[in-house]
């Protein structure tokens, strides 16, 4: 667990750079900070644990480049990430919501006064903590068998 924190915080500090830079630059303008905040440590905890889970059950670290990718890239498609979630067919709309990028682009949302809407901050916190929690247990298992094969 303590191997988590150092990629946490390279994560968190990512995420803050880029919020300076969309403030600067791009004038958006956070009306809840603390709501923002809560959303960015969550999903820097969700996504620290998700990689991993991808380094545990990788063999190589091209295999774990090209699964990080595809999720990544994927999922932002999915969710609305690329393009304005409203123009997304109605399949991706509903196979978006399934993935936490979509609740936490909702989270930062809605604490963000110059776009409008975003889902309830409640949701989104639960959603992102159940995926941490998932990614977490995933990392405990594919770490058991890392250490087999290790042996073996």
């Not at 960015?40 to 670290?61: D, H, R």
């Not at 990080?68 to 393009?83: D, E, K, P, Q, S």
């Not at 978006?96 to 909702?106: D, I, R």
């Amino acid at each position: 667990m303590e191997k988590c924190v150092p990629f946490f915080i390279i994560i968190l500090f990512q995420v803050l750079l880029l919020t300076i830079l969309g403030v600067y630059l791009y004038g958006i303008e956070i009306t809840q900070y603390s709501s923002y905040f809560l959303v960015v440590v969550l999903l820097s905890m969700q996504v620290t644990s998700w990689g991993v889970a991808i380094a545990a059950f990788a063999k190589t670290e091209n295999t774990g480049l090209v699964m990080t990718n595809m999720i990544a890239l994927g999922t932002a498609v999915a969710c609305g990430l690329w393009t304005p979630f409203d123009q997304l067919p109605s399949y991706l709309k509903i196979i978006g919501m399934l993935f936490p990028q979509y609740w936490a682009h909702q989270g930062l949302v809605q604490s963000v006064s110059t776009l409008p809407g975003g889902e309830n901050l409640i949701l989104v916190t639960a959603v992102l903590i159940g995926y941490t929690l998932l990614g977490f247990i995933l990392s405990l298992v594919g770490y058991k068998k890392y250490i087999k094969r290790a042996r073996g």
